[in-house]
């Protein structure tokens, strides 16, 4: 059964400390691995998409980064407004398109 | 560009009743995909549709159900409400069902059960 495991389920940083956070994934013929920000009363919101292992994005401060177990997120000096709940989600190989989510890391960052 | 919209974005409902959320997807998106989101099991899959056909079906019981019409609207309906009914109801739209890159999330529709 496709399985998504995110860690740490909080983290707490200062403004200008790099970090780290991870998604195990279990999937059976990966097709992509996404990454969401989602600030509190919102819904998710699209951050990068994953194909094969090897692959990185980068987008401002975060770098995603993917090996055939696992995904990286990483953040370079964050600021404040980078505090938000990062979400990790597979879509498996099967006959359906649906997107297994993990239960996020929720990031926050001080000043 | 108007953005997913979901209606209502609160509601409080006792257990036993039934609700009807409404999803209206980006112009031009003709997928839509229903998730619940709650803390203990993060984002889960209820359904997802494209032209009108339910294309992907999560594990939920049958008293949940959904529908597409024909402008791409959607809606989905919980009947006989449990108290672990309580939770976000996220519509995610994208142009197909199978290009998950162009999927965005609405706001959701927060519903309490009491």
């Known amino acids: 059964e496709d399985q998504v495991t995110q860690s740490p389920e909080a983290l707490r940083l200062q403004e200008g400390e790099s970090s780290s956070l991870n998604c195990s994934y279990t999937v059976s013929g990966l097709r992509g691995l996404f990454w969401y920000r989602q600030d509190p009363g919102k819904g998710p919101e699209f951050l990068f998409t994953l194909y094969s292992a090897g692959e990185e994005k980068e987008k401002e401060r975060l770098k995603a980064t993917l090996t055939k177990k696992e995904s990286f997120l990483h953040i370079t000096a964050p600021k404040p407004e980078d505090s938000a709940t990062y979400l990790c989600a597979v879509q498996g190989g099967g006959a359906t398109n649906k997107l297994i989510f993990g239960t996020g890391t929720l990031l926050a960052v001080q000043p | ?114």
């Not at chain 2, 032209?51 to 309906?77: A, D, H, L, V």
């Not at chain 2, 939770?87 to 309490?112: I, K, M, V």
């Open chain 2, 1 to 114: 560009k108007a953005g997913v919209t979901q209606t209502p974005r609160y509601l409080i409902k006792t257990r036993g009743q039934q609700v009807t959320l409404s999803c209206s997807p980006i112009s031009g998106h003709r997928s839509v995909s229903w998730y619940q989101q709650t803390p203990g099991q993060g984002l889960q899959f209820l359904f997802e549709y494209f032209s009108e056909t339910q294309r992907n079906k999560g594990n939920f019981p049958g008293r949940f159900s959904g529908r597409q019409f024909s402008n791409s609207r959607s809606e989905m309906n919980v009947s006989t409400l449990e108290l672990g009914d309580s939770a976000l109801y996220l519509c995610a739209s994208s142009l197909d069902w199978t290009n998950r890159e162009t999927q965005y999330f609405g706001p959701g529709t927060r519903l309490l059960v009491l």
